[in-house]
């Protein structure tokens, strides 16, 4: 998975949701300009936990919401979701086997 494109496509998803153009939300994140934006929703921009911050701040979103895999096409995802999917084995069955 392209944690990247990830993010862009949510940032995107996002952004058209609270219905905004790249340079209104650009005015709303601070220190960011359209091509910032076109570039990190298009995965071309690899973003730090500070901008990651600056645009949930500026969305008033979650920045968990920039990790949301709902909806987004297996082309990003790849196989994550089959392993997001897949139970973690429980404390009780990890002491009956560690017996």
Avoid: C, H
């Avoid at 220190?31 to 973003?47: A, H, K, P």
């Amino acid at each position: 998975m392209d944690v990247d494109r990830l993010i862009g496509w949510n940032l995107r998803r996002l952004r058209r949701k609270l219905r905004l153009s790249q340079i209104d939300a650009a005015a709303q994140i601070a220190n960011s300009d359209q091509s910032s934006l076109s570039l990190i929703e298009r995965g071309l921009r690899t973003i730090n936990v500070v901008t990651l911050y600056k645009i949930g701040r500026g969305l008033n979103v979650d920045i968990g919401e920039l990790f949301n895999l709902k909806g987004v096409p297996k082309t990003i995802t790849g196989d994550l979701d089959v392993l997001v999917s897949l139970e973690r084995p429980s404390r009780q069955n990890n002491k009956t086997n560690n017996s």
